[in-house]
C-alpha cells in the first residue's frame, strides 16, 4: 500500500511538471511556428533518454502458505536508465507508428523475511534489457508550438544479463530472459527552430512469469509468478 501511494505521488507531480511546463511555453506566446514543414513529413528519427523505476509482482505459490518458511517476499522499486534511437512513421494527421529500440538497466529488490525472524533479507536483481517497443502515438491537433499526445503499443524484451542458464551453486533465484508486454503512455512535444522535445511519462507492464522454478533453488518453490512493472520518464530529441 506505501509503495503504491509513493507511485501515485510521483506520477502527479510528473504530470504536473508536464503541465506546466506546457503552460508556460504557451501562455509566452510565440513570435512565429518553428518547424512548420514537420507535420508533413512521411518519416522521422530521433533520440531517446529516460530514466526508469521497476520493481517485480510477487505472487505466492501454494508453498509459501503452507511450509511457512517466509513470512513475507516483496518486490521493491529500483532505478535505471534508458537509452534509445526511435523512429516515427506517419499513418495520417493524428497518428503515428513508432518505434524505439534501446538498451534498457534496471535494478529491483526483493524483501524476504522469515518467520520467527525480525531482520529483513534484500536481494538485488539487475536486468540489461535489449528493448523493442512498437507504439501507435495519438496526438492532438498542434497548437502554435505545441502538442499533446498519447500513446498504446506491446514491447518484447531481452534480459542480456539473465542468471537463467547459470549453473552456480549460489543462485538464490533464477529469472528468464524474455518478456513480453505493454505500454500506456503520454507525452509533450515542444517545437524549437531545429527539433523537437519531447518529455514523456509510460508505464509497462509485463504479460510472462520470470521466474524460472528449480528444485535446487527453496525459495523459486515459494514464488508462484514474478511480472515486471516498469516506470519510464524520457526525453526525446526529434528532428
Same mark, same amino acid.
Given at each position: 500500500?506505501?509503495?503504491?501511494?509513493?507511485?501515485?505521488?510521483?506520477?502527479?507531480?510528473?504530470?504536473?511538471?508536464?503541465?506546466?511546463?506546457?503552460?508556460?511555453?504557451?501562455?509566452?506566446?510565440?513570435?512565429?511556428?518553428?518547424?512548420?514543414?514537420?507535420?508533413?513529413?512521411?518519416?522521422?528519427?530521433?533520440?531517446?533518454?529516460?530514466?526508469?523505476?521497476?520493481?517485480?509482482?510477487?505472487?505466492?505459490?501454494?508453498?509459501?502458505?503452507?511450509?511457512?518458511?517466509?513470512?513475507?517476499?516483496?518486490?521493491?522499486?529500483?532505478? @535505471?536508465?534508458? +537509452? &534509445? $534511437?526511435?523512429?516515427?512513421?506517419?499513418?495520417?494527421? /493524428? *497518428?503515428?507508428?513508432?518505434? %524505439?529500440?534501446?538498451?534498457?538497466?534496471?535494478?529491483?529488490?526483493?524483501?524476504?523475511?522469515?518467520?520467527?525472524?525480525?531482520?529483513?533479507?534484500?536481494?538485488?536483481?539487475?536486468?540489461?534489457?535489449?528493448?523493442?517497443?512498437?507504439?501507435?502515438?495519438?496526438?492532438?491537433?498542434?497548437?502554435?508550438?505545441?502538442?499533446?499526445?498519447?500513446?498504446?503499443?506491446?514491447?518484447?524484451?531481452?534480459?542480456?544479463?539473465?542468471?537463467?542458464?547459470?549453473?552456480?551453486?549460489?543462485?538464490?533465484?533464477?529469472?528468464?530472459?524474455?518478456?513480453? @508486454?505493454?505500454? +500506456? &503512455? $503520454?507525452?509533450?512535444?515542444?517545437?524549437?527552430?531545429? /527539433? *523537437?522535445?519531447?518529455?514523456? %511519462?509510460?508505464?509497462?507492464?509485463?504479460?510472462?512469469?520470470?521466474?524460472?522454478?528449480?528444485?535446487?533453488?527453496?525459495?523459486?518453490?515459494?514464488?508462484?509468478?514474478?511480472?515486471?512493472?516498469?516506470?519510464?520518464?524520457?526525453?526525446?530529441?526529434?528532428?
Amino acid at each position: 500500500m506505501l509503495k503504491s501511494k509513493f507511485m501515485n505521488k510521483i506520477i502527479a507531480i510528473i504530470t504536473v511538471c508536464l503541465l506546466f511546463i506546457s503552460f508556460n511555453a504557451n501562455a509566452q506566446g510565440p513570435k512565429y511556428i518553428h518547424m512548420p514543414e514537420h507535420d508533413a513529413k512521411a518519416y522521422y528519427f530521433g533520440l531517446s533518454f529516460a530514466g526508469n523505476y521497476s520493481h517485480f509482482q510477487v505472487k505466492p505459490s501454494q508453498s509459501f502458505y503452507k511450509d511457512n518458511q517466509y513470512k513475507q517476499i516483496l518486490g521493491k522499486w529500483g532505478p @535505471g536508465f534508458n +537509452v &534509445g $534511437i526511435m523512429g516515427h512513421l506517419k499513418l495520417n494527421s /493524428f *497518428i503515428d507508428l513508432r518505434f %524505439i529500440p534501446a538498451i534498457v538497466f534496471s535494478e529491483k529488490s526483493i524483501f524476504l523475511q522469515k518467520y520467527n525472524e525480525e531482520q529483513i533479507e534484500v536481494k538485488n536483481i539487475e536486468s540489461i534489457y535489449m528493448n523493442l517497443p512498437l507504439q501507435l502515438k495519438f496526438k492532438s491537433e498542434r497548437i502554435n508550438n505545441f502538442r499533446f499526445y498519447g500513446l498504446i503499443g506491446g514491447k518484447f524484451d531481452y534480459d542480456l544479463a539473465s542468471n537463467a542458464k547459470s549453473r552456480r551453486a549460489d543462485e538464490w533465484l533464477r529469472i528468464k530472459p524474455l518478456d513480453i @508486454g505493454v505500454d +500506456v &503512455g $503520454i507525452g509533450l512535444e515542444f517545437y524549437f527552430p531545429n /527539433f *523537437i522535445m519531447a518529455p514523456e %511519462i509510460k508505464i509497462g507492464q509485463g504479460m510472462m512469469n520470470r521466474v524460472m522454478h528449480d528444485s535446487d533453488i527453496p525459495l523459486s518453490n515459494e514464488i508462484s509468478e514474478l511480472r515486471e512493472r516498469m516506470i519510464t520518464f524520457s526525453i526525446h530529441l526529434q528532428g
